[in-house]
């Protein structure tokens, strides 16, 4: 039997590739002879990063970098196997995870860590720049990304403005000149799986500076900003990033990087898929085993086990799905080529107690679906 196993961290707890070794195992104890292929999958949020280095035999590159309240913070990125990309997330420079508790202010945070790992990236002579931008702490529409890549935006002064949110209402002119020009030779794709416009009721402040620790003055002033900036953008560079569909994610950080760095917008997993070459790894595969930490009605909205169980329904694959829990309204997933859903908790216990023996619970999980399996194989 070939089985390809491809799931998602669980998050907390294993990386992807360390879930698909722990479900190797149990499918082994039955079946000694399986072919089995292992693909670390991601969504483009936390775990991207590491899911890629594992899947391609990449490494990793540790910089010291501005934090998002402007502190020194130590980050990381990755270099895949092919030596010729780099694959950042913009939460291990500017997420929201870094900010001590009681600091939480989307006006002062900035995206400047972020600019400043592309910067690292391009050291490496990459031709090619994979940005996941989830888990954001930022609402300044990339402005620190870019300062750090030699944008200057500068008040009616002609001075620089200072960072996070609150200054992008004084920028008066957007001096271009000093951008890294190794930018124009590099690709960058933006996992981004929200459709949020950069202002507005549905925008970058009105539906995400709440979670980053705005009070409702302050998300009126963000997202009259937000509208400011725009107006600055379509005026000095002629880019309607209003316009853009998930623009406003990250705190605008993805309208910022399509403006400046000519950037486009892509699904996380389908990134992953292609990256991963998940399609052609499909093949004459018998069975798919995918799974997440947690399977819920969220599931369905561009995660990692849907984008494979896509795959496998274009090949009229089976697909089996193991998770830490099973959420509210999990079964949806079964509606998008999911054929069943497997939990691995035994008993009642506490959660500390469930993350300490994942590893074993999805051996053992693993191994009684390949039973059932083999079962209906005698039948």
Known sequence: MKILVAPDSFKGCLTALEVAKNIERGILNVIEDADITKIPMADGGEGTVQSLVDATNGYFIYEKVTGPLGEPVQAHFGILGDHKTAVIEMAKASGFDLVPPGRANPCKTTTYGTGELIRAALDENVSKIIIGIGGSSTNDAGVGMAQALGIRFLNKKGEDVGFGGQYLREISNIDMSGLDPRITDVEIEVACDVSNPLYGDNGAAYVYAPQKGADSQMVKKLDENLRHFSRIIKNEIGKDIQSISGGGAAGGLGAGLVAFLDAYLRSGVDIII??????????????????????DKQTVNGKAPIGVAKVAEDNNIPVIAICGSLGYEYELVLKQGIDAVFSIVKEPGTMEETIKNTPELLKITTEQIMRVLMINKML
């Open 274 to 295: 292609e990256v991963n070459k998940l399609k052609k790894k499909m093949g004459d595969v018998d069975l798919v085993i995918t799974g997440e930490g947690k399977i």
